[in-house]
C-alpha cells in the first residue's frame, strides 16, 4: 500500500477506497482543474480593478496565462444552486435545486410547488430539494468514463452520502464534509468528523492546497480532474492572525472594502491558488493542464465583521442572495494550453452551465446519449473569436430578506440588457419587471421597463420559453395575500438589526411552560408538549439566553412550520449591534428536524431562531442547542 493510499484510508469510508472493476482507458486530453471560491465578489479581486485593499497576485499569475471574463456570472446568487449547475451543466430551474439546502436532515429529491406564504407577500416560493438526484450525469461522472482520475477537494454542500461526491463520480473526496462552510473554523482546531490538523492553527485552504497537490503528483502520469471547491471566503469570518494584523494596518476607513479579517481571508485564498500553481509548473504539466477559476456568487454584503460588511461590491448593485449584478458576475479566469490568449481578456457572457459542455468540447468528448445542457460551448471566446452566446437565465424564487433583496424572481441577460420578472409582484396577481441597460447603468439605478415596454415583453418571452423548457417549479399566486399588510418600502431592506418593537407575546417572560424561551413580536403557547406560534411578522422570533454555550455550535429544533427561508441570530454578550447571523431554510411540510449550524468563535450570548413570514401557526416540539464545550441544552416542552 502505498503511502498516500494510507492516508486516504484515514480520511474516506472503504467504499471509496473499493478497486474499480474495470480500470477505464486513460484518456490523453489536458488535465482539468476547476477552482471554486466560495462568495468571492466580482470587485474582491485585483481582476476587476475595483479593489485597491484586496490582494490577488496569483489569480493575476493565472490570468498572464489566459483569458480574464469580465462578464462571467454564476448560475444563482447562492452556493449550492451554482454548485449543481457546474456539475451537471443544468440550470437551477431544471434540477429544482434553488436553495444552500443541502446540509439539512430532510432528503428531498424534488421541487414541489409551496403551499403558502405570509399574507404579506404576493408569491407562494416553491419548495426546492435537498440533495443533488445521482440520476444527472455529473461532470465526474463523464470524465471518469473519459479515463481521467476525478478527486475533489474542499466544499460540497450538494448532500451528504449517499449523495456525497463519492457518489456523483468522485473517486477521491476529502475532507468527506457535506456542510456549508469549514467545520467550525478556517484555523484549526476544525471540527470536521475525520480529518484533523496536523499542525497547531493549521489553515484549511493551506492544507486542502497542500492534499490536492499530492493527489496532483500521484496522478501526474495519467490524465486528471481535480475539482478543488474552496471554503473560502465563506463564513465563518476568521484568518491567521498575522494576515490580519498586516492588512489592519492598510485599512482605509473610506474604503467601503475595509474589513482585515476578509482581506486575510482573501490572501489565504489567494495564497492556495499560488501553491497549485506552483506545483502545476514543478510537475512540469503547465502545457497539458487547463485551470478554470470563478466563483458559485456575488460577495457578501449582509454579515457583519470588523465593524462593517465583510465586502462591497461597488460598482455593481446588491450581492450574494441577490438578483442584481452583485449578486451573479463573478470573476472568471481561464487558461486553456494551445487556445487561450496569454493575458487576454473577454467580454462575453458565460455562466456556470456552460463550464461543462465547453470542457467537452475542447477536449473533444461527446455528451451521452440523451444527454442535454442548459449551457453551450463558448470555446469560440475562448480562441478570440466574436461569439453571442445569447441569451442567459439566473432562477432565484425566494426572498431571503439581505440588502436590496427582491420578491421571488428570475432575470435574462442578453447583451447590454437585463430583465428581472418579480413573480406576481405587480398588480391583480401580474408580474413586475425591471429592466436596466448594463452598458449605461452598470449599477442598476434606472428602471426602463416603462419606457421600453416592447423590449420589456420581448425579453419576458425569453423567460416564459426558459421556464417551460426547463420544467421550472414556478412561485403562484398567494390566496391569502393582504393588500393591507403588504409593506412595499421594506423590499431590499435587510432584516433590522435593532431591537425590535414590543409585541403580542408569550403569556409572561416567566412562563414555566416556555422554559426560558421568550417569543417575540408573535404569541407563543405550550399545550401538550408543543409550542404553537401564532401572528408571525418578519421580526418574530424566539429567544433564549445561551450564556453556557461557547465556540461553534449546532441547533436542532423539531418543527412543523410552511416553508421559507430564515436567520439564526447569536448576540455574544448580550449586545444587539454585535449580533451574527447564519441563514437556513425550513422545507416545509410535516414535522422537519432542522439542524442549523452556528459558527461562533467565542460565547453564543443570547439566541434567537427568527421564523419564517406565514399566515398558519408553527409549531415546536423540542429546541437542543450542543456547543463544543461539551455543553447540550434540550428544552423538550
Known amino acids: 500500500m502505498t503511502r498516500l493510499f494510507a492516508l486516504l484510508a484515514l480520511w474516506l469510508p472503504p467504499a471509496a477506497l473499493l478497486p474499480a472493476a474495470e480500470a477505464p482507458k486513460p484518456h490523453r486530453g489536458p488535465n482539468v482543474v476547476l477552482i471554486l471560491a466560495d462568495d468571492l465578489g466580482w470587485a474582491d479581486t485585483t481582476l476587476s480593478g475595483h479593489t485597491r485593499f484586496y490582494q490577488t497576485p496569483n489569480l493575476e499569475r493565472l490570468a498572464k496565462?489566459?483569458?480574464?471574463?469580465?462578464?462571467?456570472?454564476?448560475?444563482?446568487?447562492?452556493?449550492?444552486?451554482?454548485?449543481?449547475a457546474i456539475l451537471t451543466g443544468l440550470s437551477p430551474a431544471r434540477t429544482g435545486i434553488t436553495t444552500p439546502n443541502c446540509h439539512l436532515p430532510p432528503v428531498v429529491l424534488e421541487a414541489t410547488t409551496g403551499k403558502s406564504a405570509s399574507p404579506d407577500q404576493k408569491?407562494?416560493?416553491?419548495?426546492?430539494?435537498?440533495?443533488?438526484?445521482?440520476?444527472?450525469?455529473?461532470?465526474?461522472?463523464?470524465?471518469?468514463e473519459a479515463g481521467y482520475a476525478t478527486g475533489h477537494f474542499g466544499k460540497w454542500h450538494l448532500g451528504p452520502e449517499p449523495y456525497s461526491p463519492l457518489q456523483q463520480g468522485f473517486e477521491v473526496d476529502v475532507p468527506h464534509?457535506?456542510?456549508?462552510?469549514?467545520?467550525?473554523?478556517?484555523?484549526?482546531?476544525?471540527?470536521?468528523?475525520?480529518?484533523?490538523?496536523?499542525?497547531?492553527?493549521?489553515?484549511?485552504?493551506?492544507?486542502?492546497?497542500?492534499?490536492?497537490?499530492?493527489?496532483?503528483?500521484?496522478?501526474?502520469?495519467?490524465?486528471?480532474?481535480?475539482?478543488?471547491?474552496?471554503?473560502?471566503?465563506?463564513?465563518?469570518?476568521?484568518?491567521?492572525?498575522?494576515?490580519?494584523?498586516?492588512?489592519?494596518?492598510?485599512v482605509n476607513p473610506a474604503d467601503p472594502q475595509r474589513s482585515p479579517t476578509y482581506a486575510a481571508m482573501i490572501e489565504s485564498m489567494d495564497d492556495a491558488v499560488g501553491t497549485l500553481l506552483d506545483a502545476i509548473?514543478?510537475?512540469?504539466?503547465?502545457?497539458?493542464?487547463?485551470?478554470?477559476?470563478?466563483?458559485?456568487n456575488g460577495g457578501n454584503m449582509y454579515n457583519e465583521v470588523d465593524g462593517t460588511t465583510p465586502t462591497s461590491n461597488a460598482p455593481l448593485r446588491g450581492g450574494k442572495a441577490t438578483m442584481f449584478e452583485g449578486g451573479t458576475r463573478v470573476p472568471?479566469?481561464?487558461?486553456?494550453?494551445?487556445?487561450?490568449?496569454?493575458?487576454?481578456?473577454?467580454?462575453?457572457?458565460?455562466?456556470?452551465?456552460?463550464?461543462?459542455?465547453?470542457?467537452?468540447?475542447?477536449?473533444?468528448?461527446?455528451?451521452?446519449?440523451?444527454?442535454?445542457?442548459?449551457?453551450?460551448?463558448?470555446?469560440?471566446?475562448?480562441?478570440?473569436?466574436?461569439?453571442?452566446?445569447?441569451?442567459?437565465?439566473?432562477?432565484?424564487?425566494?426572498?431571503?430578506?439581505?440588502?436590496?433583496?427582491?420578491?421571488?424572481?428570475?432575470?435574462?441577460?442578453?447583451?447590454?440588457?437585463?430583465?428581472?420578472?418579480?413573480?406576481?409582484?405587480?398588480?391583480?396577481?401580474?408580474?413586475?419587471?425591471?429592466?436596466?441597460?448594463?452598458?449605461?447603468?452598470?449599477?442598476?439605478?434606472?428602471?426602463?421597463?416603462?419606457?421600453?415596454?416592447?423590449?420589456?415583453?420581448?425579453?419576458?418571452?425569453?423567460?416564459?420559453?426558459?421556464?417551460?423548457?426547463?420544467?421550472?417549479?414556478?412561485?403562484?399566486?398567494?390566496?391569502?395575500?393582504?393588500?393591507?399588510?403588504?409593506?412595499?418600502?421594506?423590499?431590499?431592506?435587510?432584516?433590522?438589526?435593532?431591537?425590535?418593537?414590543?409585541?403580542?407575546?408569550?403569556?409572561?417572560?416567566?412562563?414555566?411552560?416556555?422554559?426560558?424561551?421568550?417569543?417575540?413580536?408573535?404569541?407563543?403557547?405550550?399545550?401538550?408538549?408543543?409550542?404553537?406560534?401564532?401572528?408571525?411578522?418578519?421580526?418574530?422570533?424566539?429567544?433564549?439566553?445561551?450564556?453556557?454555550?461557547?465556540?461553534?455550535?449546532?441547533?436542532?429544533?423539531?418543527?412543523?412550520?410552511?416553508?421559507?427561508?430564515?436567520?439564526?441570530?447569536?448576540?455574544?454578550?448580550?449586545?444587539?449591534d454585535r449580533a451574527h447571523s447564519v441563514s437556513f431554510t425550513l422545507p416545509g411540510g410535516d414535522w422537519q428536524e432542522l439542524k442549523i449550524a452556528v459558527p461562533a468563535s467565542g460565547p453564543l450570548g443570547i439566541v434567537r431562531i427568527y421564523l419564517p413570514k406565514q399566515a398558519q401557526p408553527v409549531e415546536i416540539d423540542w429546541i437542543e442547542i450542543t456547543s463544543q464545550t461539551g455543553k447540550t441544552t434540550r428544552t423538550e416542552f
Open 65 to 84: 496565462r489566459g483569458m480574464s471574463f469580465t462578464r462571467a456570472y454564476s448560475a444563482s446568487p447562492l452556493c449550492s444552486p451554482t454548485r449543481s
Open 123 to 144: 408569491s407562494i416560493q416553491p419548495t426546492p430539494p435537498t440533495r443533488l438526484k445521482t440520476e444527472y450525469r455529473t461532470l465526474a461522472e463523464s470524465l471518469k
Open 177 to 250: 464534509h457535506p456542510g456549508p462552510g469549514p467545520a467550525g473554523s478556517f484555523v484549526a482546531p476544525w471540527k470536521f468528523a475525520n480529518f484533523k490538523e496536523r499542525v497547531p492553527g493549521e489553515h484549511i485552504e493551506d492544507r486542502m492546497a497542500t492534499e490536492a497537490v499530492a493527489w496532483m503528483e500521484q496522478n501526474k502520469g495519467r490524465a486528471f480532474y481535480l475539482n478543488y471547491w474552496m471554503f473560502s471566503v465563506h463564513a465563518p469570518f476568521d484568518a491567521k492572525q498575522a494576515l490580519i494584523d498586516k492588512h489592519r494596518a492598510r
Open 281 to 296: 509548473d514543478r510537475l512540469q504539466i503547465a502545457d497539458r493542464t487547463v485551470i478554470l477559476f470563478t466563483s458559485d
Open 332 to 576: 472568471c479566469v481561464i487558461a486553456w494550453p494551445g487556445i487561450t490568449a496569454a493575458g487576454s481578456r473577454s467580454e462575453a457572457i458565460i455562466q456556470s452551465e456552460d463550464y461543462y459542455p465547453t470542457l467537452f468540447d475542447g477536449l473533444g468528448l461527446k455528451a451521452a446519449p440523451g444527454q442535454r445542457f442548459d449551457g453551450v460551448s463558448f470555446l469560440p471566446a475562448l480562441r478570440g473569436e466574436e461569439m453571442d452566446r445569447g441569451a442567459v437565465f439566473q432562477y432565484f424564487p425566494h426572498n431571503p430578506g439581505v440588502p436590496d433583496w427582491l420578491p421571488p424572481a428570475v432575470s435574462v441577460h442578453r447583451g447590454d440588457w437585463k430583465l428581472i420578472r418579480i413573480f406576481h409582484g405587480g398588480e391583480n396577481g401580474e408580474h413586475r419587471y425591471l429592466l436596466f441597460n448594463l452598458r449605461d447603468d452598470l449599477g442598476e439605478k434606472h428602471n426602463l421597463a416603462a419606457q421600453q415596454p416592447e423590449l420589456a415583453a420581448e425579453l419576458d418571452s425569453l423567460i416564459t420559453r426558459f421556464l417551460a423548457d426547463t420544467n421550472a417549479v414556478v412561485p403562484v399566486p398567494n390566496p391569502a395575500f393582504d393588500p393591507a399588510q403588504y409593506r412595499p418600502e421594506l423590499e431590499g431592506k435587510q432584516k433590522p438589526k435593532t431591537k425590535p418593537q414590543p409585541g403580542p407575546r408569550a403569556k409572561d417572560d416567566g412562563d414555566p411552560a416556555l422554559q426560558g424561551w421568550k417569543a417575540r413580536v408573535c404569541t407563543a403557547t405550550v399545550k401538550a408538549g408543543i409550542v404553537t406560534i401564532r401572528n408571525l411578522t418578519g421580526s418574530s422570533f424566539l429567544g433564549f439566553a445561551a450564556g453556557r454555550h461557547s465556540g461553534p455550535s449546532t441547533v436542532k429544533v423539531r418543527i412543523r412550520a410552511g416553508g421559507g427561508v430564515s436567520h439564526l441570530d447569536w448576540l455574544p454578550g448580550g449586545v444587539q
